[in-house]
T-cell receptor, first 112, second 115 residues
Framework: AQSVTQLGSHVSVSEGALVLLRCNYSSSVPPYLFWYVQYPNQGLQLLLKYTSAATLVKGINGFEAEFKKSETSFHLTKPSAHMSDAAEYFCAVRLSGSRLTFGEGTQLTVNP | ETGVTQTPRHLVMGMTNKKSLKCEQH?????MYWYKQSAKKPLELMFVYNFKEQTENNSVPSRFSPECPNSSHLFLHLHTLQPEDSALYLC??????????????FGEGSWLTVV
């Protein structure tokens, strides 16, 4: 079975501060991992994905994530938060076929 | 501009109504999906179609009836829904269902309110 846990349903940072959104997965085989962002009243947009190539993955809008097998983690980071980063972020795991399993999401608030 | 277009964006329907959600993808993909997004719940996969054939039904009640006439279009027919069916319904597509690393692209969703 595969599952994803996002630690912290709400994260609040100041503009310019580091963003760290946590994601841990459980999987008996090497997973493919994804981060999606959902802005208010919109669908999900892919930020980045890990597909067993480089463990440090760079995505759009200055985000990156590092796959750490020993910690079963795929945390999302951005060095300096911008007001426009306020959104909900979803981590997802896919092992085979069509099933993409999502975490419960983390709402990011950026304070001026 | 998204490659997956959903209409209508907002729908209010009574429990005895029959309505449909429409999805169209312009990405040349062969797999299409319906997801349900409810408040305080993870996204739930409802249906998967690959090359127009349904490959997955995630125990969805029969009051939701999908239709995939071709690889570019996907419908979700709704009838005798319940208030708890109110949610954001997201359509998505990918190249096919065989590539595990394939990206799944989402539309902007259809907000459904059942009254």
């Amino acid at each position: 079975a595969q599952s994803v846990t996002q630690l912290g349903s709400h994260v609040s940072v100041s503009e310019g501060a580091l963003v760290l959104l946590r994601c841990n997965y459980s999987s008996s085989v090497p997973p493919y991992l994804f981060w999606y962002v959902q802005y208010p009243n919109q669908g999900l947009q892919l930020l980045l994905k890990y597909t067993s190539a480089a463990t440090l993955v760079k995505g759009i809008n200055g985000f990156e994530a590092e796959f750490k097998k020993s910690e079963t983690s795929f945390h999302l980071t951005k060095p300096s938060a911008h007001m426009s980063d306020a959104a909900e972020y979803f981590c997802a795991v896919r092992l085979s076929g069509s099933r993409l399993t999502f975490g419960e999401g983390t709402q990011l608030t950026v304070n001026p | 501009e998204t490659g997956v277009t959903q209409t209508p964006r907002h729908l209010v329907m009574g429990m005895t109504n029959k309505k449909s959600l429409k999805c169209e993808q312009h990405l040349g993909h062969n797999a299409m999906y319906w997801y349900k997004q409810s408040a305080k719940k993870p996204l739930e996969l409802m249906f998967v179609y690959n090359f127009k054939e349904q490959t997955e039904n995630n125990s969805v009640p029969s009051r939701f009836s999908p239709e995939c006439p071709n690889s570019s279009h996907l419908f979700l027919h709704l009838h005798t829904l319940q208030p708890e069916d109110s949610a954001l319904y997201l359509c998505a597509s990918s190249q096919d269902t065989g590539g595990v690393g394939n990206t799944i692209y989402f539309g902007e969703g259809s907000w459904l309110t059942v009254v």
